[in-house]
């Protein structure tokens, strides 16, 4: 299981935000609507997606993966910030959280994902287009995993070309420049 403490979108770090959601309401099933960018949609059985305790949870087996988008929002330039944490610590392959900017009904996209390993608690950030990886690096050293909060934030802007930034620190202290 994990947890998505919140999200937060905008054009840019001062302007107002299209798409917000601090998971202030209580649902078992579903994530239900955004306080700005609409109704949640789920890539699958709402059981496995709850909100409570201020965060979005999502119960996730092994080798498994689950999605939510706001599909309601849509901008050229975004600015995203999220966070999450898990109960457990990874296993395997590890476990990943991911932001998505620029979701086509083509199939075109750009994700910031934050993957974590079992081995070495170290967490890689990737970006990638249309699922083939433009970058990867090492972002942070983590021991002791599970009920630690890390920080996203993915940056989206212009067109041909299009500039990707994407960033993961541990939350509770600065964001990196």
Excluded at 56 to 63: D, L, Y
Excluded at 117 to 135: F, I, M, N
Excluded at 149 to 173: D, E, F, K, Y
């Amino acid at each position: 299981p994990g947890s998505a403490p919140n999200l937060d979108a905008s054009p840019g770090p001062d302007a107002t935000p299209f798409a917000r959601d601090t998971f202030s309401r209580e649902l078992a099933n579903g994530l239900g609507s955004a306080e700005i960018g609409g109704t949640w949609t789920l890539s699958t059985n709402a059981l496995v997606y709850a909100v409570q305790d201020g965060g979005a949870r999502f119960t996730v087996g092994a080798a498994k993966s689950i999605e939510s988008y706001l599909l309601d929002v849509s901008a050229l330039d975004v600015d995203i910030t999220a966070s999450f944490s898990t109960s457990k610590a990874p296993n395997g392959n590890g476990l990943a959280s991911s932001l998505v900017a620029r979701m086509a009904t083509t199939g075109e996209y750009y994700v910031f994902a934050v993957r974590v390993t079992e081995s070495t608690g170290s967490v890689a950030s990737l970006k990638l287009r249309d699922g083939t990886e433009l970058v990867s690096a090492n972002a942070l050293q983590i021991s002791n995993l599970p009920g630690k909060i890390i920080q996203m934030r993915m940056q989206a802007s212009g067109s041909a070309p299009t500039h990707l930034r994407g960033r993961a620190w541990m939350g509770g202290t600065a964001e990196p420049s």
